[in-house]
Every structure is written in structure tokens, then in C-alpha cells.
């Protein structure tokens, strides 16, 4: 079953979270300290108004578990969600300069993370979520859909291009390069 997450989900998504983000969780948390990443995500996941929020998040249940989770949101909103996020790591994670650039912009509603429990890969979830998502997008009024892939992640890749997504070009992010893929909502 999909839902819409709740703040006590936090504990089962925010690792889904950093397993979709992987290196980045770590860059976003300024340690290598799984534990201190893990309770940061588990801090922003049950606050509202911030990117990782519990507000932005869907995930599919299976007997009371969490087997997966799809956060998205507005991209002309990533500003205004990304601050509070942004300045939490500048006073508490001592990032001073922190200034990620852009992953999405307006227009589009962006899929931020995208992650399955590894016990339950290849099962379908992760395709149930993005049409949950594509559908999500379409209630709330947008024409697109946005996301970005690791340029060397082909199997994400062919997973997003099996379910209709169209690579529009290459975008450098926190120091990776990543497939800019658009779904063109019917």
C-alpha cells in the first residue's frame, strides 16, 4: 500500500533517504558518521516545511513495514524548502559557504529521492511508487515530472526511461553529473 508518510515514519525512511542520496547524505551532513547523518534526515523527515520532509514524502507499507519511499515536491518551491535545511547545516554542521546549486527549478515537480528497502528490491516497488508519484504530480496540477540520475547509474536510468522519462541533458551536482530526465505529463 502507498500513503502519505507520517512524522513517526521517520525512523524507517530517513534511511531510505541516504540510501538514495548516497555520498551526498554525507556531503549534506558535513561527517562520515552514519549515525549523525541518520539523525539529521530522521530531524528533517518529521519537521514540516523543508525538503525531506514527512509532508513531501509518499512510501509503500507491506505489514506494518516501510519497504519504501518516494520524496517530492514543487521544484519552484526548492528555495523556500531548502532554506531552514540549509541553515540548520550552516549553524549546527558548521557548513559556512554551503550553497548546493539548484537540482530543479520551476515548472517541474521533482522527484528528490527515490529509494527501496534492499530486501525488497526487484519486487515492483520502486515502479508502483514513481507511477504513485507521476499521479501525485498530476492531481496537484503540474505538466512534468523532473529528477536527476547519476550519469553512470544505468539501471535507474533504463528503469525511468521504461516508465516514460526522457533524458533533457546533463547537469553537474555537488560534484557529480547527473541525467536531467522529464516526464511529460498527458
Known amino acids: 500500500m502507498i500513503r502519505n508518510a507520517k512524522p513517526d515514519d521517520a525512523k524507517a525512511v530517513a534511511p531510505l533517504i541516504i540510501q538514495a542520496m548516497c555520498e551526498l547524505a554525507k556531503k549534506f551532513s ?6 549523525k547523518t541518520l539523525a539529521l534526515f530522521e530531524y528533517f523527515f518529521s519537521q514540516k516545511d523543508n525538503q525531506y520532509s514527512y509532508e513531501n514524502t509518499l512510501v509503500f507499507e507491506e505489514s ?3 519497504l519504501g519511499s518516494l520524496n517530492a515536491y514543487d521544484g519552484g518551491k526548492l528555495s523556500e524548502l531548502r532554506k531552514t535545511f ?8 558548521n557548513l559556512k559557504d554551503f550553497q548546493p546549486e539548484e537540482e ?3 515548472g517541474e515537480f521533482y522527484f528528490d529521492t527515490i529509494s527501496v528497502s534492499p530486501s525488497a528490491q526487484g ?6 511508487l514513481i507511477d504513485a508519484g507521476i499521479a501525485w504530480a498530476k492531481e496537484l496540477g503540474h505538466k512534468k515530472v ?3 540520475v547519476e ?9 525511468y526511461q521504461s516508465k516514460g522519462f ?6 553537474k551536482f555537488m560534484g557529480g553529473l547527473y541525467h536531467h530526465m522529464i516526464y511529460q505529463i498527458a
Open 146 to 148: 523532473g529528477l536527476l
Open 166 to 171: 526522457e533524458i533533457q541533458n546533463k547537469k
Open 104 to 106: 530543479t527549478h520551476a
Open 64 to 66: 506494518g513495514q516501510i
Open 86 to 93: 540549509t541553515n540548520y547545516l550552516r549553524i549546527h554542521n
Open 151 to 159: 550519469v553512470e547509474n544505468d539501471k535507474a536510468s533504463k528503469l
Open 30 to 35: 558535513h561527517t562520515t558518521d552514519v549515525e
Open 123 to 128: 519486487e515492483g516497488i520502486g515502479k508502483q
